[in-house]
């Protein structure tokens, strides 16, 4: 029986520190939640002024979707030319240089080749023979209507006109694409040289005739561009093509001027994909075309395609700390000390100067927060 008491008591003892233990163990968890949540900074005026420290509140703000792309400063197709001989020869004269501002019809330069002198004579000899040929298809036809003159001879004196006429107006339209005067050649005046004249005003981009050197009918002699009217030629992958849609804004920049944003807006949008990049054209109008870009220049751009509103602070209010985020929340001010509480927030979307704070509770509302000149104190 002895035994029996003393094994009951001893049970007895051990579940009662069991469950001492047990009972002691929130109590710890509470200590350490409390310590986390007193985490408080003090900051004295002096230092609050001298480090220009600035206190504000979260605010509605916008943040845009973007969709990132690249391409370049361009022109209408009909505001490009690349200018060629209808045939070739040997470069004349060829007084411009790249830069030039040309009008259109304005002198280029001038070919000479001896075979222009046989095409001009072919035609005033087809010229002459055509005259004589017109009147006796018209003396045959009369003679034939009253059976003077067999079908015979006049089907060939037909045919013989016809084909002389067709050669004379092939030679006409030659003339006219050479730039000759057909009407001169007849007077006698034949020449071995013909002018180049620009088909569009514009400005000189490239050069590739030069005095003494022979030119082929199928080669590039200048090229010209008129830069009136500028705009963007942008590329845009296929999974962000559904995105955008007219009249949509553009901000763009040239990387060699990265400090300056400019702006544009989506007019047109590619109807195709292409089949190797996966990628589709977007079409920019600039709202300022006096800006001085050169045709060419290559650009980074981003297209808004979509915009919100949401709760924010700037940037500057933000600490981060092991890939947290913190803000420095005034919890009591009197004549020397500011007193902040350092609050663990989560961040939603980001813009340059901006992060959305996600505050299902509205607890920040109404509270004074450290926008400008925050920091986290060095852990000892």
């Known amino acids: ?203 000189i981009t490239l050069i590739n005739a030069s005095v003494g050197k022979f030119m082929n009918a199928s080669d590039v002699l200048l090229e010209i561009i008129n830069d009136e009217h500028k705009h963007l030629e942008l590329v845009v992958f296929e999974k962000d093509v559904l995105k955008i849609k007219k009249g949509q804004n553009i901000q763009f920049k040239i990387p060699e001027n990265s400090d300056k944003i400019y702006s544009a807006e989506v007019h047109l949008i590619g109807k195709s994909i292409d089949e190797i990049t996966r990628t589709a054209k977007v079409h920019g109008h600039l709202k300022n075309e006096n800006e001085p870009f050169l045709v060419g220049m290559f650009v980074e751009a981003q297209i808004l395609v979509n915009s919100v509103e949401k709760i924010a602070l700037p940037t500057s209010a933000l600490l981060e700390d092991n890939g947290n985020f913190y803000i420095l929340v005034l919890k009591e001010e009197n004549d020397i000390t500011l007193n902040f509480e350092k609050v663990k927030v989560k961040i939603g979307l980001k813009s340059e100067n901006w992060m959305e704070i996600i505050d299902e509770n509205s607890t920040l509302q109404n509270r004074k927060v450290l926008t400008s000149g925050a920091f986290l104190p060095k852990k000892e």
Do not use: W
């Open 1 to 203: 029986m002895k035994n029996y008491i003393i094994n009951t008591l001893y049970l007895i003892s051990i579940f009662t520190v069991l469950v001492s233990c047990n009972e002691s163990k929130p109590t710890d968890k509470n200590e350490k939640t409390a310590l986390e949540t007193a985490d408080l900074i003090e900051i004295t005026k002096p230092q609050f002024e001298t480090a220009k420290m600035e206190l504000g509140n979260v605010s509605l703000q916008k943040f845009n979707e973007t969709i990132q792309t690249n391409g370049m400063v361009d022109v209408p197709p009909a505001n490009k030319a690349k200018v060629s001989a209808i045939m070739g020869g040997y470069i004349k004269t060829s007084p411009l240089l790249v830069g030039n501002k040309v009008k259109k019809g304005q002198l280029l330069l001038t070919i000479e080749n001896p075979d222009f002198i046989e095409i001009q004579q072919n035609y005033l000899e087809v010229s002459q023979k055509l005259n004589y040929l017109k009147s006796e298809y018209n003396r045959q036809k009369t003679l034939f209507a009253e059976k003077i003159s067999s079908q015979r001879n006049f089907l060939k004196t037909e045919s013989d006109y016809k084909s002389a006429l067709a050669l004379h107006n092939g030679l006409t339209q030659k003339l006219r694409l050479m730039n000759i005067n057909a009407s001169n050649i007849k007077t006698g005046n034949i020449t071995s040289i013909i002018p180049v004249y620009a088909p569009i005003k514009g400005s």
